[in-house]
């Protein structure tokens, strides 16, 4: 079996991923991503998972990602599918992982693995100092959003005083918002300080 993750997440994965399968017409639950299963079902996948980091690093290539991806891995269409299935244990290798970077795939897949061992993954990419209130007011709004859901969330006649299961899913997803506006407003930032703007 094909896998890059450690065998500590996979307990991890399993649980969270478990009956994630959306019917049709149903809403997918905060803090699930969403990406295209075979035969054109929608699966949802749990946030902070390794398939929700594959999906969005495949939808980084564009319309007709599966046909993309299984064209620079060299495999057929339905096996690129089956890395992003939740209910699949097909795993990306990392050296196919490095292919999909070199041609243009997200880096969503890096960002999951550097949280998973406890870094934070900061872009490299240089912004002008015009980006530098974009990037701080955007910032302010996903910490906005993350104060005023884990307000309610401590609040929550179902789970008074703590972060239950659902709800630290759905603060994954905006804290790791947060982690990449902090590095776009870092890169703003750097590059007014050292006079490139």
């Known amino acids: 079996m094909n896998s890059f993750h450690s065998s500590g997440v996979a307990p991890a994965e399993k649980a969270m991923r478990a009956g994630q399968a959306l019917r049709p ?7 699930q991503a969403r990406a295209k299963g075979s035969h054109g079902m929608m ?27 299984g064209g620079i891995l060299g495999r057929k269409s339905s096996q690129a599918q ?11 290798r990392i050296d196919q992982l490095e292919l999909l970077l070199i041609h ?11 949280l998973r061992a406890g870094y934070v993954l900061v872009p490299l990419d240089t912004a002008s100092a015009a980006q530098i209130n ?33 709800e630290a899913r759905r603060l994954l997803a905006i804290s790791e918002r947060v982690i990449r506006g902090a ?5 703003a930032l750097l590059t007014t300080a050292e006079g490139r703007a």
């Open 43 to 69: 699966k949802a996948r749990a946030a902070g998972t390794i398939k929700a980091a594959v999906a969005a690093m495949y939808e980084k290539l564009g319309p007709g990602f599966l046909a993309k991806v």
């Open 104 to 114: 243009g795939g997200g880096a969503q897949v890096v960002e999951h693995l550097a």
């Open 183 to 187: 590095g776009q407003l870092r890169a």
């Open 134 to 166: 974009a990037a701080v007011e955007r910032l302010g709004r996903e910490f906005g959003e993350l104060f005023g859901d884990y307000a309610a969330a401590m609040s929550d006649a179902r789970s008074p005083g703590r972060v239950d299961e659902a």
């Open 82 to 92: 089956r890395y992003a299935d939740p209910d699949s244990e097909s795993h990306l």
């Open 25 to 31: 017409g149903q809403a997918m639950r905060p803090g």
